[in-house]
């Protein structure tokens, strides 16, 4: 089992903290949150975590190796995807010429191993039909597989997904939450941090809410929902999954 640690996260912007003392932690199997209000500091934590934001204090841990001062593309290398939340495939490129710009990178596999390995990632995420289509012609449900399929010909241990709900529409969102399950029951680790808290949640089996900077609450999502401090901050005392 993997174990991916972020240890007392701190960043300043001008003079004021907006991230204090920040842990949190993700293993092989498991889906969490890291949600927040706007403003809280949890992109930023998240962005430190990824490797886009330089942390001034703490430790980003993965299976025991510290990866702080690692650049995103070395952290990548070692098993940290990440999908950010605009569109990141090529746009002038086929589907399986974008899956296959990251298969290549993998000096480990042969090109027979690499046509195998595409084949499998269209298969697996149903996307066989549109191998041949530009990245510009796909639907935002399509592009999201394509993004994720080749995240995956990375082989990473871990895969960080920046708003993976935002600007899609309701029947997409069903089918984001059944490839997140689907990346965990495949033995990877999932970060997600999402505006969209109540697909975020339903998705999760652990969270970890963040305001002003500090952690307030963490725990399984029934515990999120009745802490009265996340009532209180966030969430109200209406809201219900």
């Given at each position: 089992m993997s174990t991916l640690e972020a240890k007392n996260l701190a960043k300043s912007y001008?003079?004021?903290k907006v991230v204090k003392d920040v842990s949190i932690s993700v293993s092989s199997g498991q889906i969490v949150g890291l949600l927040g209000p706007n403003g809280a500091g949890k992109t930023t934590s998240?962005?430190?975590?990824v490797g886009l934001v330089p942390r001034d204090e703490g430790r980003i841990i993965l299976d025991n190796q510290d990866i702080s001062n690692m650049a995103m593309h070395s952290r990548a290398r070692n098993g940290i995807?990440?999908?950010p939340q605009e569109a990141s495939i090529f746009r002038r490129l086929s589907v399986e010429k974008n899956i296959l710009a990251v298969?290549?990178?993998?000096k480990e596999l042969s090109k027979n191993d690499q046509q195998v390995a595409l084949n499998d990632l269209l298969e697996e995420f149903n996307i066989e039909h549109i191998r041949k289509n530009l990245g510009a012609s796909l639907s935002g449900g399509e592009r999201r597989r394509v993004e994720i399929a080749?995240?995956?010909a990375a082989a990473p241990k871990f895969i960080?997904?920046?708003?993976?709900f935002a600007g899609v529409d309701p029947i997409s969102v069903i089918d984001i939450k059944k490839i997140i399950e689907h990346l965990r029951d495949r033995g990877l680790g999932v970060l997600?941090?999402?505006?969209n808290v109540r697909e975020t949640l339903d998705v999760c089996e652990f969270a970890y809410i963040v305001s002003q900077g500090e952690l307030i609450a963490s725990g399984e999502p029934a515990h999120i929902l009745e802490d009265q401090m996340v009532k209180q901050v966030y969430l109200g005392e209406e809201f219900k999954l």
């Open positions: 001008k003079g004021r998240f962005y430190m975590i995807g990440y999908l298969l290549e990178t993998r080749r995240a995956l960080l997904l920046d708003e993976p997600i941090t999402d505006h």
